[in-house]
């Protein structure tokens, strides 16, 4: 398996632009996780998936945020619109239930400017 | 929001040397995890631990439990410079049909030559 798939892997954009970070889990995983990473907060939980079904959102910063999982193998995280302090590194990190370990994509760097 | 606090919050250590990280925690856990990230990239596992387990050896890693103090620490023996990266604690809690994993705040650990 390739591992998690996440892109695009950079994104720069303008303030008020829609953006949308897209990944794919590793096959046979039932739990995916949304994260965002800044060195002011840290790594943040946004929100987190079991069986596509989003279980917690509590870390979604604003209802300019929104997440999806419409299948076992695709995921979205959409900021509309964004604004600059949206700028982060966001991971994607999926796991099998049961074994508890994440497995990270590379991360997706985006700025808005 | 972050569950786990580490400390320190950089190390800088002599190759050969051992590195100590500690994690404290706030609430309830089905088990504790211990991650790396190189700069730029995403999260690696390295080790989990159970509640009901109090120790846990895998190489040159050496993570314990407190579940009564709700603290954790990761020893990395005879460290080498390849070491040097930052390692993040996340606490692993069952929660409403799904294990939320959330991480703490990192540690920097620098090993020099």
């Known amino acids: 398996d390739a591992g998690v798939i996440q892109s695009p892997r950079h994104e720069v954009t303008e303030m008020g632009q829609e953006v949308t970070l897209r990944c794919k889990p590793i096959s046979g995983h039932n739990s995916l996780f949304w994260y965002r990473q800044t060195m002011m907060r840290g790594l943040e939980l946004l929100i987190y998936?079991?069986?596509?079904?989003?279980?917690?959102d509590s870390g979604m910063p604003e209802d300019r945020f929104s997440a999806k999982m419409p299948n076992a193998s695709f995921s979205t995280l959409k900021i509309q619109p964004s604004e600059p302090r949206d700028s982060a590194v966001y991971f994607c990190?999926?796991?099998?239930?049961?074994?508890?370990?994440?497995?990270f994509g590379q991360g997706t760097r985006l700025t808005v400017v | 929001s972050q569950q786990g606090e580490e400390d320190p919050q950089a190390l800088s250590i002599q190759e050969g040397e051992n590195a100590t990280m500690n994690c404290s925690y706030k609430t309830s856990i089905n088990n504790l995890q211990w991650y790396r990230q190189n700069s730029g990239r995403g999260l690696v596992h390295l080790i989990l631990i159970r509640s009901n387990e109090r120790e846990k050896h895998s190489g040159r890693l050496r993570v314990t439990l407190d579940t009564s103090k709700k603290s954790s620490s990761l020893l990395i023996t005879a460290s080498r410079a390849a070491d040097t990266a930052s390692y993040f604690c996340?606490?692993?809690?069952?929660?409403?049909?799904?294990?939320?994993?959330?991480f703490g705040t990192g540690t920097q650990l620098k090993v020099e030559l």
């Open positions: 996340a606490t692993d809690a069952y929660a409403g049909g799904g294990n939320k994993l959330t």
């Open positions: 998936f079991n069986n596509n079904v989003p279980i917690d």
């Open positions: 990190a999926s796991s099998f239930f049961q074994e508890a370990e994440a497995f």
